[in-house]
């Protein structure tokens, strides 16, 4: 994560936001058990949907309290109005873990994952 940051504060481009508003968190009694990706829907993976984007990419989502999260796009939505985000709970809780919805901006890191610092 640490990796993330200093990329975004040593660049002579900032990273602008792939979109922001509200992000939500959905279950598996909610979405169903298979993703618009084809793969099942799982609580505890750090997972996301939008209505746009490629399936297989990482966005860094991070609250308005500071908290962050990586997630892996692999399914459609939010269908609710105003909501930019629908997020597993494994990663809703990393942002807040007692709310349900929170404001947030996305930003896409890309198909590969994020290297954890050695």
Do not use: W
Not at 30 to 57: L, N, Q, V, Y
Not at 103 to 111: I, T
């Amino acid at each position: 994560m640490f990796e993330i940051f200093a990329l975004m504060l040593l660049s002579q481009q900032p990273m602008q936001p792939f979109t922001e508003g509200i992000g939500s968190y959905y279950t598996v009694r909610s979405s169903g058990h298979i993703t618009a990706s084809g793969e099942p829907m799982r609580d505890g993976a750090k997972t996301c949907a939008m209505r746009e984007g490629e399936f297989g990419d990482y966005f860094l989502v991070v609250a308005e309290n500071g908290n962050s999260v990586v997630c892996r796009l692999n399914d459609r939505g939010p269908y609710v109005s105003g909501r930019v985000i629908d997020l597993s709970k494994a990663a809703i809780r990393e942002l807040d873990p007692k709310a349900g919805l929170v404001n947030v901006k996305v930003y896409r890191l890309g198909a590969q994952p994020p290297r954890a610092p050695s």
